[in-house]
């Protein structure tokens, strides 16, 4: 079973930044495309950001473009989200996933598989 684990998450004041982490353990995360998604308290599950096998490629959503920065360490068999000027509306649980269906990115969860448990990050004065 294809596990990963997703760390990083807290409380932040708007504005500030948060790293975000995505570890794999048994399997090698470089073989997928790579997802993170989140969700707010009510609301459904989004995707954020994606990124390629190789890291060549990846995907924002609008609302993160500009701030979120999604990059890959195949090395360390870990992926990162780089969130910078935080707002209150990206308070959510983050979740990263691996994409089990097809080779590209997509922002869609049908075509993710295993998913972590999720890191809380707060955005709040």
């Known amino acids: 079973q294809l596990q990963v684990v997703e760390s990083g998450g807290g409380l932040v004041q708007p504005g500030g930044s948060l790293r975000l982490s995505c570890t794999a353990s048994?399997?090698?995360?470089?073989?997928?495309?790579i997802g993170w998604f989140r969700q707010a308290p009510g609301k459904e599950r989004e995707g954020v950001s994606c990124i390629s096998k190789t890291g060549v490629n990846t995907m924002y959503v609008d609302f993160v473009k500009g701030r979120f920065t999604i990059s890959r360490d195949n090395a360390r068999n870990t992926v990162y989200l780089q969130m910078d000027s935080l707002k209150p509306e990206d308070t959510a649980i983050y979740y990263c996933a691996v994409k089990t269906l097809g080779s590209y990115c997509s922002d869609d969860r049908v075509f993710f598989g295993s998913w972590g448990q999720g890191t809380q990050v707060t955005v709040s004065s």
């Open positions: 048994g399997f090698s995360l470089d073989n997928f495309p």
